[in-house]
T-cell receptor
Framework: ETGVTQTPRHLVMGMTNKKSLKCEQHLGHNAMYWYKQSAKKPLELMFVYSLEERVENNSVPSRFSPECPNSSHLFLHLHTLQPEDSALYLC??????????????FGPGTRLTVL | QQQVKQSPQSLIVQKGGISIINCAYENTAFDYFPWYQQFPGKGPALLIAIRPDVSEKKEGRFTISFNKSAKQFSLHIMDSQPGDSATYFCAASMGNTDKLIFGTGTRLQVFP
């Protein structure tokens, strides 16, 4: 595997389910990110982890819970979601967090549908 | 003040033509302006980026034009090809953070 991988690629869940999204980066990077991509909206940054420590939480509802057990893996735990949470969830990683000229490498995303 | 406004929402260009996508920002503290390209089923990938100390950057058929006084920047795709059909996002960030503020995206379709 190369780059940033995400599993599953597609997920359908009911509002009472609990599920987790997984991201793995094979680039040796120090920072990982979760974004939400909805149609006709800008990509929304949800969480940032730098060296396994959460450094940003952009007012995301508590039904989304991130976990970063090591610098290569990032999870997003989901519970009691709402239909409006249906979106493409993108994971990204970068080498040097905290500076602006820092390319972020994105995974292919998980398409989430909440029924 | 944190927004980046992008237009048009969609763009149809004939093969060989020039595609132009525009973005505007308010926050003068932004100092890095990347463009990302996203194909269906894939995540966004960095295409080209510019810093405000230059007015233009060219990489192959892709050029960013930057107007600091107008707080605008644009992506020009010369000799557009069907393989360029994708969604393009402009973004901006500032020096002490890697937090990217994205535009809403432009869906480009290039027809043969």
């Amino acid at each position: 595997e190369t780059g940033v991988t995400q599993t599953p690629r597609h997920l359908v869940m009911g509002m009472t389910n609990k599920k987790s999204l997984k991201c793995e980066q094979h680039l040796g990077h120090n920072a990982m990110y979760w974004y939400k991509q909805s149609a006709k909206k800008p990509l929304e940054l949800m969480f940032v982890y730098s060296l396994e420590e959460r450094v940003e939480n952009n007012s995301v509802p508590s039904r989304f819970s991130p976990e970063c057990p090591n610098s290569s893996h990032l999870f997003l735990h989901l519970h009691t979601l709402q239909p409006e949470d249906s979106a493409l969830y993108l994971c990204a990683s970068s080498q040097d967090p905290g500076i602006s000229y820092n390319e972020q490498f994105f995974g292919p995303g998980t398409r989430l549908t909440v029924l | 003040q944190q927004q980046v406004k992008q237009s048009p929402q969609s763009l149809i260009v004939q093969k060989g033509g020039i595609s132009i996508i525009n973005c505007a920002y308010e926050n003068t503290a932004f100092d890095y302006f990347p463009w990302y390209q996203q194909f269906p089923g894939k995540g966004p990938a960095l295409l080209i980026a510019i810093r405000p100390d230059v007015s233009e950057k060219k990489e192959g058929r892709f050029t960013i034009s930057f107007n600091k006084s107008a707080k605008q920047f644009s992506l020009h795709i010369m000799d557009s090809q069907p393989g360029d059909s994708a969604t393009y996002f402009c973004a901006a960030s500032m020096g002490n953070t890697d937090k990217l503020i994205f535009g809403t995206g432009t869906r480009l379709q290039v027809f043969p």
